[in-house]
């Protein structure tokens, strides 16, 4: 079966800081990976997704089937980056996602 | 704009009575699921459907029932609510196609078991 591991549930950091949210998962399989974040008060929502590769909000996370990791990093936080962050796993076997979540991380920008 | 819509955003019922919450979407996707999520837990899926197509999770109690009656409602109904269904529920919808596997989600509906 596979899990998602988020070590930290919380993180807080000044603004300005490199901010790195760790995520483990464990999987047999190829997966796909996403980091959706949840602001205060809003919904739920994909921040990125490994397999386009792309940097979101100055977020970027790279695939290390190696140590299974998908951490999600930023060079230089910002206030607003304060939220919740939740790293997810598509376990795939069908040509749709369905998720398994991380306990989440309570990412804090302190000014 | 495109979105997910759920109702009520926050539903108190009582112990044993039962509850229905409700999701809408105007993004015309395929596949619609249901999540529980308790507090400082993370979302749980409990069952989606593909089109018509209903999917339980294997470990969703039987106190909980879907109905998707068209492509843009679904429904989460809780037969016999009880003290540990208190819990936030989430609906989201995906497009079905490999892909495209982003999934969007509606703000929630907070249940109270009384």
């Known amino acids: 079966a596979q899990r998602v591991t988020q070590p930290e549930k919380l993180l807080s950091v000044f603004k300005g800081a490199p901010v790195e949210l760790k995520c483990n998962y464990s999987y047999s399989g190829s997966p796909e990976l996403f980091w959706y974040v949840q602001y205060s008060r809003q919904r739920l929502q994909l921040l990125l997704r490994?397999?386009s590769r792309e940097s979101i909000k100055g977020f970027t996370a790279d695939l290390n089937k190696g140590e299974t990791s998908f951490h999600l990093k930023k060079p230089f936080a910002q206030e607003e980056d304060s939220a919740m962050y939740y790293c997810?796993?598509?376990?795939?076997?069908?040509?749709?996602?369905?998720?398994?979540f991380g306990q989440g991380t309570i990412l804090t920008v302190h000014p | 704009d495109a979105m997910v819509i759920q109702n009520p955003r926050y539903q108190v019922t009582q112990f044993g009575k039962p509850v229905t919450l409700s999701c809408s979407q105007t993004?015309?996707?395929?596949?619609m699921y249901w999540y529980q999520q308790k507090s400082s837990q993370a979302p749980k899926l409990l069952f989606h459907?593909?089109?018509?197509?209903?999917?339980n999770e294997a470990d969703t109690p039987d106190n909980f029932q879907s109905r998707r009656p068209n492509t843009s409602f679904c429904f989460l109904d809780i037969r016999s609510p009880g003290l540990g269904d208190a819990a936030m529920y989430l609906c989201a919808t995906s497009r079905g196609e490999s892909g495209y596997n982003e999934q969007f989600f509606g703000p929630g509906t907070r249940l109270t078991v009384l």
């Open positions: 459907y593909y089109d018509k197509d209903f999917n």
């Open positions: 993004l015309n996707h395929n596949v």
């Open positions: 997810a796993l598509n376990a795939g076997g069908t040509s749709y996602g369905k998720l398994t």
């Open positions: 490994h397999i």
